[in-house]
């Protein structure tokens, strides 16, 4: 079942996180091609979206003994949309201290335990974050992005233009400007109305069977 996003408020980016795990749990089994049944509305299905390719390509994995600079795999992390705390509790957060780095997938059930020997992953763990204690062990991971809106540093300052352009001199909309400025990278929905995308959720269907049923 893919839920509908909440209606969005420009003034706030906030987002429940059951939620935004529910539909990129769908995102993930929909792009992974493997047959499945999904339920949603019709407003969710005709949402706009990031266009399949891009929001597919923004996905990455990490293997044993692949090289990975730690400082650049936290940006790229960050860059997703992923929270840096202490310690990881919750889906979409990540920690990094000394050589390892800790990081919950927003689709996954368990964490994982990144192990650095230099810049080369020495292992890949499981583990249970409220005991903080390892389950097991894998090969390779996938992460995805931990929303559905990211975007590029000049998609963000493109929006961020239009909308000074457009609402600057409107009293009320000075301080999200200015709220958007300190932090672009976390205010990726509302500048993503204001980005023309031809992307939907029917994009990342593929060949498939879609039944509309209205209810009585």
Known sequence: YCPAEPIHDYFADVHSQEINHQRLVVFEQLLSHQPLVVVMGAETLLKKQLPREKFQGLAFSLAVEENWDPVILTNRLFELGYEPVSQVEARGQYAHRGGIIDVFSTTGQEA??????GDMIESLRTFDPQTQLSSGSVDQVIILPGREIILDQD????????????????????????????????????????????????DYLGDALVIWDEPP
């Open 112 to 117: 994982y335990r990144i192990e650095f020997f």
């Open 155 to 202: 998609e963000r300052a493109k929006a961020l233009k239009q909308i000074t352009k457009n609402y600057g001199e409107i009293p009320g909309y000075q301080a999200l400007i200015e709220r958007i400025s300190e932090d672009p990278g976390g205010h990726d929905e509302t500048l993503f109305a204001f980005i023309k995308s031809e992307g939907m959720l029917t």
